[in-house]
């Protein structure tokens, strides 16, 4: 593992969005910790995929020996990653977002950098839909003009 990055410090990146999604639903308490297996199988990501975001410093596990132990704002960060992920982001521009709140002046700065690229995101996918529903539209239309062709000459075909 190549984890230049103090663990305390990089424990902390991301902290407000992570605290946000770090409510407490009921089913874990405060201090409850996840092993891989439990965050592999919760969002159907593999043991690979877990320990790449680790060596990317996306996540950052505590150690019991050789197993990995992840906690509560590991799990909130995981759902950070892959909600970025869903939505277009690269892991690099996620771990960028994820890394402005590190920084600690008030977070007014980073918030705005956030919900800039978050509202670049929406744009460049409200394109992509636009582009998406063309397509369909005019592929719909030429399966429509090819069915009745097909349809025509399978009636004029002999039996």
């Known amino acids: 593992m190549t984890n230049a990055v103090d663990p305390e410090a990089d424990s902390a990146i ?19 910790m996840f092993s891989i297996g439990d965050l592999s199988r919760e969002f159907d990501v593999t043991l690979r995929t877990l320990r790449f975001y680790e060596d990317r410093g996306l996540l950052n596990p505590k150690r ?17 990653v892959l909600m970025g992920k869903r939505v277009g982001f690269s892991l690099t521009e996620i771990k960028d977002m994820l890394d402005l709140y590190d920084l600690r002046d008030g977070q007014v700065s980073q918030l705005r ?7 670049e995101q929406i ?19 030429t399966t429509a003009v090819v069915s009745g062709l ?7 075909a002999p039996r």
């Open 113 to 119: 950098v956030a919900l800039g690229r978050f509202n």
């Open 14 to 32: 991301g902290a407000p969005i992570a605290d946000e999604l770090d409510v407490d639903d009921g089913l874990y308490p405060k201090g409850s």
């Open 123 to 141: 744009s460049i996918l409200e394109r992509q839909k636009k582009d998406i529903e063309q397509a369909l539209t005019e592929l719909r239309r």
């Open 64 to 80: 019991d020996g050789l197993n990995r132990l992840y906690s509560r704002r590991d799990r909130a960060r995981l759902k950070l």
């Open 150 to 156: 097909l349809k025509e000459k399978e009636g004029k």
